[in-house]
């Protein structure tokens, strides 16, 4: 922790600080300050889509027989596995003008022309929430998990409809998991560099690209390494508030509690 965390950040914190200019010139800078807000919108627009896309597989990686929640699993941990890099190449490919989706509408006869897929707000938050799904489902199934099946007989051996057991027993008992991968999910796509400077536009600039731009573009590492710490606050931020609501020490094993 010492080597790979510490002393980077405190490189990067010397780095900030060593001429008090750094942080004026970030915060003046209108890229950086479009960056935010651009960043911020599409985590949560991410962050949405991971929910909702999440909690079925995770509903049935939870509730399934065996043989399927195997298959269901296997599947995850390939797809949470795989390099970020590739998926989000993968996802180039297909939405390509010359892509697989465009050539299969296009002989389809369902379009005549290629859809520009590729640049588009969609296909980043598409590739963004392919990277991060993964982490929304297995909080969410932990959740799941600790309704024991015993639970749904004892509600419908009371006369309880399966819909009812679903929407006031499981559901409500999942909320924390759901809380939990959505702030995970929101903190993790606020520092998103590679897929957003692959599938996105060079108009739509995140604050990773940003970042690198200093860094890299106008050799600014002083500026770069201000606007760095300006994202770990905005994190820090989103945690502090957060952990008031959720007990991320509950989800991962470490205290008791939920969602007060």
Same mark, same amino acid.
């Given at each position: 922790m ?6 980077p ?14 942080f ?8 950086f300050?479009?960056?935010?807000w651009t %960043? ?16 079925p ?8 027989g065996?043989g399927?929640?195997a ?7 390939v ?5 970020t ?10 939405l390509n ?6 050539k ?10 290629p859809i ?15 990277v991060?799904?993964p982490?929304?489902i297995?909080t ?10 015993e ?9 309880a ?23 995970l999910?929101?903190?993790m796509?606020?520092?998103f ?10 108009e ?12 890299q573009?106008?050799?600014? %590492? ?16 989103t ?15 470490l ?6």
């Amino acid at each position: 922790m010492l080597v790979v965390f510490v002393v980077p950040l405190g490189a990067i914190v010397y780095r900030a600080f060593d001429d008090p200019a750094n942080f004026s010139a970030a915060l003046e800078s209108g890229v950086f300050r479009r960056s935010v807000w651009t %960043t911020v919108r599409m985590s949560l627009i991410v962050t949405v889509v991971c929910v909702i896309l999440s909690y079925p597989y995770a509903y049935a990686l939870a509730r399934s027989g065996p043989g399927f929640s195997a298959f269901l699993l296997i599947a995850l941990m390939v797809s949470f596995w795989t390099s970020t890099l590739v998926r989000t190449y993968s996802w180039k490919i297909l939405l390509n003008n010359t892509g697989v989706i465009n050539k299969t509408l296009i002989s389809m006869g369902i379009i005549d022309e290629p859809i520009r897929m590729i640049g588009t707000d969609f296909a980043v938050g598409l590739g963004v929430a392919h990277v991060l799904a993964p982490y929304t489902i297995l909080t969410i199934y932990t959740q799941i998990r600790a309704v024991g099946p015993e639970l749904e007989e004892a509600a419908q051996v009371a006369g309880a409809r399966p819909t009812v057991v679903f929407w006031r027993l499981i559901m409500p008992m999942s909320v924390p998991g759901m809380a939990a991968g959505a702030i995970l999910v929101f903190v993790m796509a606020l520092g998103f560099y590679i897929t957003p400077a692959i599938l996105g536009s060079a108009e739509d600039v995140y604050i990773g690209t940003a970042i690198v731009q200093q860094v890299q573009v106008f050799l600014k %590492t002083g500026v770069g390494a201000a606007q760095s710490l300006l994202l770990l606050a905005i994190v820090l931020l989103t945690l502090g508030v957060a952990s008031r609501f959720v007990s991320f020490g509950k989800l991962l094993g470490l205290a008791k509690g939920g969602v007060t």
